[in-house]
């Protein structure tokens, strides 16, 4: 159905000019009508009276006046306009190609948007084999995840301490581990506790050579108050381990 048509003023005027106002009026309103049935328009007084609407009697007059000026013809039982029919012939042949070329952008969009899924949901995959992965023994764990707070030092952490020099290195360690528990800090695995532990040898021992009486914790924090909190939390942790014993 041709719902919207292109109309040549000069030629239509050069057509209809034999033809009265009314005459006109009705062959626009016809030409119409076969635009709307799409070339397939009934030769039917009944039908067409209703369609316009006009009286039965006037369009039967005017549809023989049309026929005798040869603007329009009977064809097989259907109304027929030459320009009329080679336009809608037209309005077809463009729309079946722009029906063709709208399916091929769905499919194309289809298509880009199932590979731009599948290619989401891999990344997605990989990103879950890798933190579940290789990447499992770096990901972030307490103090306690690690170490045993109220253990004895392990000998890796020992060492380290002792080649550095450091004194009094089992209660250094525990006050050490017992305010890291207190804090619930968080650091990047094994290794990342192992570097932590050696920034607290280090500056440990440079208090110590400096003169300066051991202050457990962060820097900042009164050595009492620091040692306070971390024997509190070791107290806690105790108990803690009692009760659910």
């Not at 990901?139 to 004895?152: A, F, M, S």
Request: with cysteine; net charge positive; aromatic share 8%.
């Amino acid at each position: 159905m041709a719902d919207i048509y292109m109309r040549n003023v000069r030629d239509w005027r050069d057509a209809t000019i034999q033809l009265s106002f009314e005459e006109k009026g009705y062959f626009d309103e016809l030409i119409n009508l076969i635009y709307l049935y799409d070339g397939y328009l009934p030769d039917d007084d009944d039908f067409i009276s209703k369609a316009m609407p006009v009286n039965k009697r006037l369009h039967r007059r005017l549809k023989k006046k049309l026929i005798e000026y040869g603007v329009i013809s009977i064809i097989d039982g259907l109304f027929f306009n030459k320009r009329a029919a080679l336009e809608i012939e037209k309005i077809n042949s463009l729309s079946s190609i722009n029906k063709l070329n709208s399916d091929k952008r769905w499919a194309k969009s289809l298509k880009s948007k199932e590979s731009g899924n599948a290619i989401a949901l891999q990344k997605v995959k990989v990103k879950g084999e890798s933190e579940h992965g290789t990447k499992n023994s770096r990901q972030k764990c307490t103090i306690d995840e690690v170490l045993d707070p109220d253990g004895d030092i392990p000998e890796e952490y020992r060492r380290i301490a002792e080649d550095h020099g450091l004194e009094q290195i089992q209660r250094r360690f525990e006050d050490w581990a017992g305010w890291w528990h207190g804090e619930n800090g968080r650091k990047a695995g094994r290794e990342g506790w192992l570097r932590t532990w050696k920034t607290r040898v280090r500056k440990d021992v440079e208090r110590q050579m400096a003169g300066v009486s051991h202050k457990p914790g962060r820097s900042g924090n009164s050595g009492c108050s620091t040692t306070d909190g971390a024997r509190l939390a070791l107290d806690r942790r105790r108990n803690r381990r009692r009760k659910i014993r």
